[in-house]
């Protein structure tokens, strides 16, 4: 059975652990505190729109378009965050904030070259933003110029070296590129900076089943990662692989 290696990115469209299964009480209750929570960030938004109103300096409305660009990343509201960011470049060009999250709206709304030409201007701008890197490095990846991503995945842990994303995608790229034993080391390292970082535990075990044959350690990986994801909605999919595997 064909296994497809999972990259995480940090753009909220798509939430890779979705729960499974009826809603109980304590669901919820959870929805009704995200319900209360983005009336308070609409809230927030409202504010700063408000004072724009009265930003007498176009770096003062920069730095609240800046703002509300970042609120709008945290909501996964990419049109909006466009928009903004958009608005934040207008009034203050080399701003690196800005640049980072048009280029980091754009690799969520598949445009991809665009992306890289933004996180290009904002590593210009500050040549030691790790997530700027990051962020190319999963453009990049889409565009599928892997040399280029795993380049910029390495970048950003120079500048960042607890950047656990970071690793996680550099293991996936040197999976993807043939170099396992650097996607392995990766990998692992994502589990020593957390140990319940689930996601690394999955690409290991992909590693292990489908490049490196190791079935003992691909079955302990998946198990790893059901045991913390147990409500994934790829559980019955990663039983399989399991039991394909003799586990």
């Known amino acids: 059975m064909k296994k497809i290696i999972i990259i995480f990115f940090l753009i909220p469209l798509l939430s890779f652990f979705l729960h499974c299964g009826k809603k109980d009480i304590s669901e919820v209750a959870e929805q009704e505190f995200k319900l209360s929570e ?5 809230q927030e938004i409202k504010k700063l729109h408000e004072a724009l109103k009265t930003a007498e300096t176009d770096i003062a409305k920069a730095e609240i378009y800046t703002k509300i660009a970042s609120i709008h990343s945290e909501k996964g509201d990419i049109g909006s965050m466009i928009k903004s960011a958009t608005e934040a470049i207008k009034y203050q060009p080399n701003q690196y904030m800005s640049h980072y999250l048009l280029g980091k709206s754009y690799i969520a709304a598949g445009r991809y070259n665009d992306a890289v030409d933004e996180l290009n201007i904002a590593i ?3 040549s030691d933003f790790a997530p700027a890197y990051f962020e190319m490095g999963n453009a990049e990846y ?13 970048l950003a842990i120079k500048y960042d070296k607890k950047y656990i994303d970071a690793y996680n995608n550099l ?9 396992l034993k650097e996607a392995e080391k ?3 390292i994502c589990n020593s900076l957390n140990p319940e970082y689930a996601i690394a535990y999955k690409n290991l075990g992909i590693l292990y089943d489908t490049k490196m044959k190791k079935n003992a350690e691909a079955v302990m990986n998946y198990n790893k990662y059901l045991t913390l994801r147990p409500d994934c909605p790829e559980r019955s999919l990663v039983k399989l692989w399991i039991a394909a595997l003799g586990g």
């Open 142 to 154: 889409k565009r599928y110029n892997y040399k280029e991503s795993k380049k910029n995945f390495q």
């Open 186 to 188: 990766n990998l692992k």
């Open 38 to 42: 983005n009336a308070s960030v609409n």
């Open 171 to 179: 293991g996936v790229v040197c999976t993807l590129s043939g170099d």
């Open 124 to 126: 210009s701008l500050k």
